[in-house]
């Protein structure tokens, strides 16, 4: 017996996924409901695949349920339904995001619509749901908040210019809300890079296999590596906030 006390895990027991119908929203979404947590599978446009998650996730409590991130209509909808359902919230995930290729040398073909677009998804959205969901939150035990972001928010490679800005926003967002949001809810970005999903349109894992081996794990992050990292700072970084982990082979360094 070494005398040390192991303070109990902060499991939710609600927890809102967006973007969870497929890739690391999917995967972060069967972390939590393999740990007990009933889970709120938001999605876009893809009703039929939400409720594939919601069928195949262990546990009961689950509902897909529709948020539009870009649509504040959507949003104040699905906060009023997840209060009269659940009424209370234990974390939330800020998952759903969208990008448009364009290579960064191309500043003509970065439109101003595209621009405003994915800072409008990726950086307004995950702070508008921050912003709705903070009353249910607050009710919440050991409340987190976990944006996803991107390791293109700290090396200036990504999809496009728009979109490594709009995730250097979500850190910067993430630092200052663990502040405004202490004691009662900690937050933290996840940032990872080169994710074996669809969600870059026309990037083959062959790309992203060789991509990897120029980096100190020689290893293609899947959807699991990055919701295991949110599950450890949901249950298991208690005393931290305003931090990003990244999660991307090394890629940092």
Known sequence: ??????PALSI???ALVTGASSGIGKATAARLAALGSAVVVGYNSRRA???EVVDGLQGIGHVAMHIAIDNPASISEATAAVEAQYGRLDALVNCGGATT????????????EIFDRTLTVNL???FAMVRAF???LERGSGAAVVNISSIAARTGLGSSL???AAKAGVDALTIALAKVLAPKIRVFSVSPAGVDTDFVPGRSREQLQKTSERFPLAHVTT???????VIACIVNLTSSTGIVVPVDEGRHL
């Open 1 to 6: 017996m070494t005398g040390i006390e192991i």
């Open 12 to 14: 939710p027991k609600v």
């Open 49 to 51: 695949l939400a409720e």
């Open 101 to 112: 290729p364009v290579p960064a040398n191309d500043l003509d073909g970065l439109t101003d």
């Open 124 to 126: 307004r959205g995950p």
């Open 134 to 136: 903070r009353p249910l």
């Open 162 to 164: 728009a979109y490594l």
């Open 223 to 229: 959807p699991d590596d990055v919701a295991r990292a």
